[in-house]
């Protein structure tokens, strides 16, 4: 069975005579105990006869020149469609996308007129800033300075004298 299936691949290239000699010798050693193979072999042959008797007329360089440029088109319509400026520009918004984008603008306003209200006590918050600084000073002195007095208490000065 499995020979079958083997001899059946290659009987047109033993008829062909394009197997290797290997090959050849275990075709024709099948060939000589299968009767089904040498009925498929004598199918192939007469085929072959009958259809090199038949004229068939053999398209023109135009047919196949026509034949290309048309499959061409073809495929790269199915490839790359059109551009449709209707198409293209008709987005629609869908509910839920609508209903996120009226939620984030809502968010974004409330936060701006919220953080623009609200008064500023920056010069309140530098002042405790500063008298804590003098405070830890005062109790750890060159604790909090690290070496740098003059610079941080020239910034100090010049914070609480604005």
């Avoid at 006590?121 to 909090?144: Q, R, V, Y």
Wanted: with cysteine; proline share 4%.
């Amino acid at each position: 069975m499995f020979e079958c299936l083997f001899v059946k691949r290659k009987l047109y290239d033993y008829i062909d005579n394009s197997l290797s000699e290997e090959e050849k010798i275990r075709v024709k050693a099948h060939l000589d105990v299968c009767l089904d193979c040498q009925g498929k072999i004598k199918q192939m042959e007469s085929l072959i006869r009958q259809s090199q008797r038949k004229n068939i007329p053999q398209p023109s360089d135009d047919f196949w020149h026509n034949f290309k440029t048309e499959l061409d088109q073809k495929l790269n319509q199915k490839l790359v469609p059109e551009f449709n400026l209707k198409t293209r520009f008709s987005y629609r918004l869908k509910p839920a996308f609508a209903f996120s984008l009226a939620s984030v603008i809502i968010v974004v306003i409330t936060m701006y007129f919220y953080l623009h209200s609200r008064p500023v006590f920056l010069a309140k918050e530098d002042t405790d800033l500063i008298e804590e600084m003098n405070f830890w000073e005062e109790i750890a002195p060159g604790s909090l300075l690290n070496g740098n007095e003059e610079v941080i208490i020239e910034e100090m000065e010049s914070l609480s004298s604005t």
